[in-house]
């Protein structure tokens, strides 16, 4: 199924994440553990389903295809969808930001008692 | 190498079972080499610590790039199935798990699902058209519960495979989207899963269709096996049958050959007929003559004949259907006028007609159904007092 704008999958935006370097499929399973700080250890049919959803859908591109090694970039389609799936993310940490204060108010509140 | 072959379970899309299912064969020696379309074939060798994994592909042919990826991560191509592929890795590999996002995994599904679906729908159009022509058919037949009880219905084995078709393809497409529902929740598919029971459940199902489509393709053969005609004796038989001599009650009657087929006198035999609706059935005609004595008109020497049609039939609420349908079948439509139904104690239904010399009686009680017709000068009574004692035998 093609990617229609919308909240991505977490595998599809760390493989677009990690597409921000071109890269080959060898080495892009390593890279997504990277750049998620080794909280993702994306499975190889995981990432293979994703690569071949997301270039269907015209986010990445093969920039390198030589039948055997396939280096894959991510396209200015891409970048938006990225970019706005971060924009999405954002929104939700920051509106996630009263929690931050509920904890605020409690230690506060605990100190008044002390 | 010894191949053993295990009967493939439908329910092919059920994915965490058939992976544990092949992983615990593995443990027993039996390791997956092909997955036929009714078999399961397995290769037997020493037992083996193995993981499996079934994997919905995107394209017709499963790509060298996925192959080489996955073998990259440990994972060893085992075989295809329609749209799903089966890998294995030992576990001393210590492999990763070929899926770790199951939304993704939900995706990988969904070409299957509309594929699925589709078929689904068009089998369901396709057999309920058919089961509204079998319909059509039976109603626009005139006597339908005639036909049903004596098994002349359209033959059923074709239907069956279409029914059990549409069945298991429904049962995939349900099966599928649920899969697919719970995968788009975020469930990851147990690799674990107990398969015990879904195999038992499906191996059940699949032996009853088998059987019932063995019964129902047998079920013409049984009956042409079973019919048997005999020559109507001269004494009594144990046949509830209503006997020419007990009507006539003359001594001076003997018996009129009629055409002879092989041994039997046609004209004097009887015919034991066996269908589900109805296991005892029987077709029967006698002929007499009494010389010396001649028919009202002068038209000859006087000859009194019955035919007979008898049916113990295994529902009695279908005898008052069957006893109409008679009625049709032995064409009373021309002379319904003179149908005439009674009140008798010895009925649960009953109509007679009476046209000069011909009587025929339609009577049904319990699971007794019976057709008398008889040309011949005794009273109707004398009909109907036998008929009543035959009936009686297999009414119970």
Redesign the interface.
């Given at each position: 199924m093609e990617y229609n704008s919308g909240p991505m999958t977490e595998a599809m935006y760390y493989v677009l994440l990690a597409l921000m370097n071109p890269s080959d499929r060898y080495r892009l399973m390593n890279v997504i553990t990277e750049v998620s700080h080794g909280r993702v250890n994306m499975g190889p049919g995981t990432l293979y389903g994703v690569l071949v959803r997301i270039q269907k859908s015209g986010l990445i591109t093969l920039s390198e295809d030589d039948g055997r090694r396939k280096k894959y970039t991510i396209t200015n389609e891409g970048k938006e969808a990225l970019q706005s799936e971060y924009n999405r993310l954002a929104a939700l940490v920051n509106d996630g930001i009263i929690l931050k204060e509920g904890d605020v108010d409690e230690s506060s509140s605990k100190t008044e008692t002390e | 190498m010894k191949v053993v072959l295990k009967l493939r379970p439908s329910n092919y899309w059920r994915i965490g079972e058939h992976e544990s299912w092949f992983t615990d064969m593995a443990k027993e020696g039996l390791h997956l080499r092909k997955v036929g379309s009714i078999f399961v074939h397995f290769i037997k060798e020493k037992p083996k610590e193995t993981r499996y994994?079934i994997?919905a592909i995107?394209n017709k042919e499963i790509t060298f790039?996925?192959q080489q990826?996955?073998a990259?991560?440990d994972?060893s191509f085992v075989t295809r199935y329609g749209m799903f592929s089966v890998f294995s890795s030992p576990v001393e590999l210590n492999a990763?798990?070929?899926?770790?996002?199951p939304?993704?995994?939900a995706?990988?599904l969904?070409a299957l699902e509309k594929t699925i679906v589709n078929s689904a729908l068009l089998a369901t159009i396709i057999t309920l058209i058919l089961i509204g022509l079998i319909y059509f058919f039976l109603f626009v037949n005139s006597t339908p519960t005639l036909s049903f009880v004596e098994g002349e219905i359209i033959q059923p084995l074709p239907l069956f495979i279409i029914i059990y078709f549409t069945y298991s393809l429904i049962s995939a497409a349900v099966g599928i989207r649920s899969l697919r529902n719970k995968l788009k929740e975020g469930n990851a598919i147990d690799h674990a899963a107990p398969w015990k029971r879904m195999r038992k459940v499906n191996l059940l199902i699949s032996n009853v269709f088998i059987v019932l489509a063995i019964v129902t393709a047998a079920i013409p053969y049984i009956q042409l096996g079973m019919k048997e005609t005999l020559e109507m004796p001269i004494n009594d038989i144990d046949v509830p049958i209503v006997r020419l001599s007990d009507i006539e009650q003359s001594t001076e009657m003997v018996r009129k050959k009629d055409s002879m087929r092989g041994d039997i006198d046609r004209g004097n035999s009887y015919t034991y007929k066996w269908s589900i609706m109805a296991p005892t059935q029987y077709d029967a005609q006698e002929h007499g003559i009494v010389y010396g004595e001649e028919w009202k008109d002068a038209s000859g020497v006087y000859s009194p004949s019955t035919y007979s049609k008898v049916y113990k039939i295994i529902f009695p609420s279908m005898s008052e259907n069957l006893v109409d349908d008679l009625i049709e079948w032995h064409g009373m439509f021309e002379g319904k006028e003179k149908l005439l139904q009674l009140e008798h104690s010895s009925f649960d239904y009953l109509i007679i007609k009476e046209d000069d010399e011909t009587k025929e009686i339609f009577a049904a009680k319990g699971k007794g159904v019976m057709y008398v017709r008889y040309h011949g000068y005794a009273e109707m009574d004398i009909l109907l007092k036998n008929v009543a004692q035959q009936i009686r035998l297999i009414g119970e």
């Open positions: - | 994994r994997d995107h790039e996925q990826m996955y990259e991560s994972w990763p798990e070929l899926h770790t996002d939304e993704e995994q995706y990988t969904k």
